[in-house]
Nanobody, 117 residues
Framework: EVQLQASGGGLVQAGGSLRLSCAVS????????IGWFRQAPGKEREGLSCVSGIGDIYYADSVSGRFTISLDDAKNTVYLQMNSLKPEDTAVYYC???????????WGQGTQVTVSS
């Protein structure tokens, strides 16, 4: 069974950095995309970044140039390095895994990121 565990959130000042991690277990497939979403109070869930099993990378305009996604296949972990954080980045951040053939998706439990001004 696929399980995702997100961690690394916390409280930082504007301009600071955090690195989020998502450990994935029970995953042995190749046709996938894995990445990060966030949801702030009163807003829709927003896709931020993802990487596919063949290395294609996507960034939303809101985080392009500030956030970097990376995937450690050996450790079954995806990271999101977040730099130059802004108060508007405050949200719960979720790791997501999508199988491209079946369209099945899996979600981590979320980790809170709070950026103070």
């Amino acid at each position: 069974e696929v399980q995702l565990q997100a961690s690394g959130g916390g409280l930082v000042q504007a301009g600071g950095s955090l690195r989020l991690s998502c450990a994935v277990s029970g995953f042995t497939f190749d046709d996938y995309a894995i990445g990060w979403f966030r949801q702030a109070p009163g807003k829709e869930r927003e896709g931020l970044s993802c990487v596919s099993g063949i290395g294609d990378i996507y960034y939303a305009d809101s985080v392009s140039g500030r956030f970097t996604i990376s995937l450690d296949d050996a450790k079954n972990t995806v990271y999101l390095q977040m730099n130059s954080l802004k108060p508007e980045d405050t949200a719960v951040y979720y790791c997501n895994l999508q199988f491209l053939i079946t369209d099945l998706t899996y979600w981590g439990q979320g980790t809170q990121v709070t950026v103070s001004s």
